[in-house]
């Protein structure tokens, strides 16, 4: 495979960037122990970023300072991951697929979201109820009842929701979740139930564009069970998602344990981000130094490496790691 950018010589750790909404809260600083600004209801947390409008921050190291977008080459990073705090109630939404994305304008999404917190009764919206079409799907938007229409289920921490490109969706009631998805930031709103924005005008609604990228018919399962790969006793691996569009993992572990990436053509880089627990990262190579992780944190791990020693700190350590 041809590399179109520089050597990355160790695990590169990236600053969050904090975002807020108007449905946002305080549970990425409650629940998570982040230091967050301010008192600002604190909506998402990009973790790892790389588009026009800025990318991840580097933290350690002798690339400290640097961006994503200075060190990754030619190619953006195809993913992005975010930590989103639903306090209030996410607006009715759909992400276009690549057809829908060249007839509207903006890019093809597709998500999906391990759970971290809900609190009771905590909502996800999926999908269209059973029988539900374009007209009653009209009809509900003039009468202000659009919810009702949507099919809805509650969630506990551990669901994996995947979410992909035409389908409906919305969150409501307090869900703390880590998403994966398309590096993509757009959205069609279909309904916001009359909500101002923080510039206090009301937040656009795209209904067309979000009709005409809408999946109708059979909706696909509300959440995903993941694939236990291997279970030693002191280290487990799960397969959460594999699709066309990314893998995602989740490992726990007590004890040191060996990663292995295997990056793809279309994306030389795996990112891990540390739910809980710290320890240490190294590359099997006798010149580069271990990292030191905590919660909360995470890295990008380069093709450089195909093998890692994760060595947990003194509780257990649990990871997502993602990759195209």
């Known amino acids: 495979m041809t590399r179109t950018r520089p050597d990355l010589p160790y695990p590169l750790k990236l600053e969050p960037r904090y975002l807020e909404k108007p449905w946002g809260g305080r549970r990425i600083a409650t629940v998570l122990g982040r230091d967050l600004p301010g008192r600002r209801m604190i909506g998402e947390s990009w973790e790892c970023y790389d588009r026009d409008g800025g990318s991840s921050r580097i933290v350690n190291g002798r690339l400290a300072g640097q961006h994503l977008a200075d060190v990754r080459g030619e190619e953006p990073f195809p993913l992005l991951m975010k930590l989103l705090d639903v306090t209030g109630s996410l607006s009715v939404q759909v992400h276009p697929g690549i057809d829908s994305a060249v007839r509207y304008g903006g890019e093809s999404k597709a998500e999906c979201w391990f759970v971290l917190h809900a609190a009771p009764g905590a909502r996800v919206y999926r999908g269209l109820r059973d029988g539900c079409d374009a007209n009653d799907l009209r009809a509900g938007l003039k009468s202000g009842r659009v919810k009702e229409l949507l099919h809805s289920f509650e969630v506990e921490p551990g669901h994996v929701i995947f979410v992909p490109p035409g389908t409906v969706h919305s969150i409501e009631g307090g869900v703390l979740l880590a998403e994966i998805q398309e590096n993509s930031d757009t959205t069609f709103r279909l309904d916001d139930g009359g909500r101002t924005g923080l510039d206090g005008k009301p937040r656009a609604l795209h209904r067309e564009e979000a ?15 993941t694939q236990v790969l291997n279970d030693e006793g002191s280290m487990t691996h799960r397969l959460l998602v594999q699709n066309r569009w990314f893998t995602v993992d989740h490992f726990t572990a007590m004890g040191t344990f060996t990663l292995e990436v295997e990056p793809s053509p279309a994306c030389t880089y795996a990112v891990m ?28 791990l380069p093709e450089e490496f195909d093998e890692y020693e994760i060595v947990p700190g003194a509780t257990v350590l649990s990871a997502l790691i993602f990759r195209r």
């Open 273 to 300: 981000h540390i739910l809980t627990g710290s320890g240490q990262i190294r590359p099997f190579h006798r010149h580069v130094a271990p990292e030191e992780f905590g919660p909360g944190d995470t890295l990008l």
């Open 211 to 225: 009709l005409g990228s809408m999946a109708f018919g059979d909706r696909s399962p509300d959440t995903i069970p």
